[in-house]
């Protein structure tokens, strides 16, 4: 199993990006699918999150500006960010968590300039 983050870059504040994360291989007993960003200096934390069939909740920082959508035939996970702050300069990640534990992408690195 991989996970493939790509999409990231160097965009002004105000602007949008939409990132990618390509899923390869059969993942057994999934409880969520999310994406996580590291700022430096800084410890990874949440930002979306799909559980279930439908349920999607997002971090207060994002709410708003952020949408995280799936197309479950191609196996992909995208998190369109709009109206980007400074703030969200991190390296992003996707994740999916499993009962038997999570899988990781090698992350993708987002940039806003003021």
């Known amino acids: 199993v991989q996970l493939q983050a790509s999409g990231g870059g160097l965009v002004q504040a105000g602007g949008s990006l939409r990132l990618s994360c390509a899923v390869s291989?059969?993942?057994?007993?999934?409880?969520?699918r999310r994406w996580y960003r590291q700022a430096p200096g800084k410890e990874r934390e949440w930002v979306a999150a799909f559980t279930g069939s439908s349920t999607i909740n997002y971090a207060d920082s994002v709410k708003g500006r952020f949408t995280m959508s799936r197309d479950i035939a191609k196996k992909m996970l995208y998190l369109q960010m709009n109206n980007l702050e400074p703030e969200d300069t991190a390296v992003y990640y996707c994740?999916?968590?499993?009962?038997?534990?999570?899988?990781w992408g090698q992350g993708t690195q987002v940039t806003v300039s003021s």
């Open positions: 291989g059969n993942i057994n007993g999934i409880r969520a």
């Open positions: 994740n999916i968590n499993t009962v038997y534990g999570d899988y």
